[in-house]
């Protein structure tokens, strides 16, 4: 006889949404023994429950490690997932209801699942995902043809391009727009032009960053004066460069950002599950403290390959233009600092310098360094 359970037994939102969207009938529940205002009947429920776990696994007996040799039962090894596991993970039914998520697993009738490697790393942080997979690419086999049409890298990051499109994940910054930029410096210098505050030109970009290179200028900048100051004082330098000054910008020319400060929520169900999660490794690894230790040259590989990607293969081959990208600061909670791709020259074109403000650091007590 099949089985119905209602909808009390469930507190993930998206499964609740889909029980109702699904028009389901009120009737008796199975499982508390009453009548209920919404059910769904098992098999239903655990349809809908293969679909989220096929997203992600793929039966044992076709992965990899089957082919292997692993067994199953081998918890050392743990590789092999069981149906009720995941349907547990997915859904987080109470603990009092476990013949539910016994009868959901014996309705999928599969015994063990495995990880499909292929995708993105699973929940757990130690498991070898494709966004390791692609640090490890850019930093020690090919970060320069990386992006060429015949790498296995081509044709996954073009599809993370797109969901960036399709999921409007750009936030434009209209002409009158301020951008805050900060310089650390000695006593002695005197910053006060355009030229003094906005990117470095080329030839003096000697130090690597997040997203360039040494060598390719670009300008970094935060929308308020504590987080610019915050992203670059380097309390190692103050002995020398116990001043700063601020420089505040103005977009003369709309610019358009891909918007990492926020990447849309990953959703149960989700096509673009994936993607989503390599933007937020891509975001997450942007927003990282910089570590001066001198692995930057090679820790900071991945985000510049991927930013490169943006500004200049995306564009060409889907008509999408960012001039740079917005990213959540790594020193101030719940502030943006964003990158645009304009060097010195460039800089120009797109903003001017509307003023200037010069402290030491005796005098910047608000930001409580
Ligand atoms: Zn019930």
Redesign the pocket.
């Known amino acids: 006889m099949s089985k119905y ?2 909808i ?2 469930f507190s993930h939102p998206e499964i609740i949404e889909y029980i109702e969207s699904e028009n389901n009938r009120k009737d008796y ?1 199975s ?2 023994n ?1 009548s ?1 205002e919404l ?1 769904i009947s098992i098999k239903k429920i655990s349809d809908y429950a293969r679909k989220i776990i096929e997203q992600e696994y793929e039966l044992f007996e076709n992965s990899s490690h089957f082919s292997d040799g692993y067994n199953p039962y081998d918890n050392d090894k743990d590789v092999a997932i069981t149906t009720f596991e995941l349907i547990e993970y997915y859904f987080y039914i109470d603990f009092d209801d476990k013949a539910i998520v016994e009868d959901m697993a014996q309705s999928i009738n599969e015994e063990f699942w495995a990880y499909k490697h292929e995708l993105e790393s699973p929940p757990d942080e130690n498991a070898i995902g494709r966004w390791s997979e692609f640090c490890k690419y850019a930093k020690h086999i090919g970060r320069y043809t990386l992006l060429n049409d015949k790498s296995k890298w081509a044709h996954s990051i073009f599809e993370i391009g797109l969901i960036t499109a399709e999921l409007d994940m750009h936030i434009d910054l209209p002409v009158g727009s301020k951008i805050i930029r900060a310089r650390q410096h000695t006593a002695l210098d005197i910053l006060e032009s355009f030229s003094d505050l906005t990117s470095t030109p080329n030839e003096h970009a000697i130090y690597p960053n997040r997203m360039s290179p040494a060598g390719i200028s670009m300008f970094y900048g935060s929308f308020d004066k504590e987080t610019a100051f915050k992203e670059v004082f380097n309390l190692y330098d103050l002995n020398t460069k116990d001043s700063i000054t601020f420089g505040e910008f103005e977009v003369e020319k709309e610019l358009t950002l891909l918007n990492l400060s926020q990447v849309p929520e990953e959703k149960l169900l989700d096509t673009h599950l994936f993607q989503k999660r390599f933007l937020n490794h891509f975001a997450s690894l942007i927003s990282k403290p910089i570590k001066n230790d001198g692995l930057q040259h090679l820790e900071y590989i991945p985000t510049q390959v991927l930013t490169e990607y943006f500004r200049y293969v995306f564009k060409g081959i889907s008509g999408i233009q960012y001039d740079g990208i917005m990213y959540k600061s790594s020193k101030v909670e719940n502030k943006d600092c964003l990158v645009l791709f304009l060097d010195h020259e460039m800089s120009k074109q797109y903003l001017k310098l509307t003023g200037t403000s010069r402290h030491k650091f005796d005098d910047i007590s608000g930001f409580n360094l």
């Open positions: 359970v209602c009390d037994h529940c499982y508390c009453h209920a059910v």
